[in-house]
């Protein structure tokens, strides 16, 4: 579900602090080479818009804005289904951008 998204998909309102947005070497390397811009996924993962998970997950992603608790994302990134995970700490002090095998 896609939140708070202007006509160009900017986030028009974050649905929760990011603070600090790092990412690992080989996530940022992935998305490059996929023509990817990190802060499309930014966007996404802080306006809600988990679509790539399931809707249990999703549901816990809402429930973990609500009760301060980490929020996972996962993405499934064309052409190949390259899974990238987008990470924000309980505490509200980071995000992170990384490969599932980074973690």
């Not at 679509?51 to 009760?67: F, P, T, Y």
């Not at 505490?91 to 095998?101: G, H, K, N, Q, Y």
Request: proline share 7%; charged share 25%; net charge negative.
């Amino acid at each position: 579900m896609v939140r708070g998204r202007d006509e160009k998909g900017v986030c028009m309102k974050p649905l929760f602090p990011l603070g600090q947005v790092v990412a690992t070497p080989w996530a940022l390397e992935t998305l490059e080479t996929l023509g990817v811009e990190p802060l499309d996924l930014i966007n996404r993962h802080v306006a809600g818009d988990w679509s790539d998970m399931a809707k249990k997950d999703q549901q816990a992603n809402a429930q973990a804005i609500k009760q301060g608790t980490r929020i996972f994302a996962s993405y499934r990134l064309p052409p190949d289904e390259t899974i990238i995970w987008i990470i924000t700490e309980a505490d509200r002090s980071s995000t992170a951008i990384l490969l599932p095998e980074d973690y």
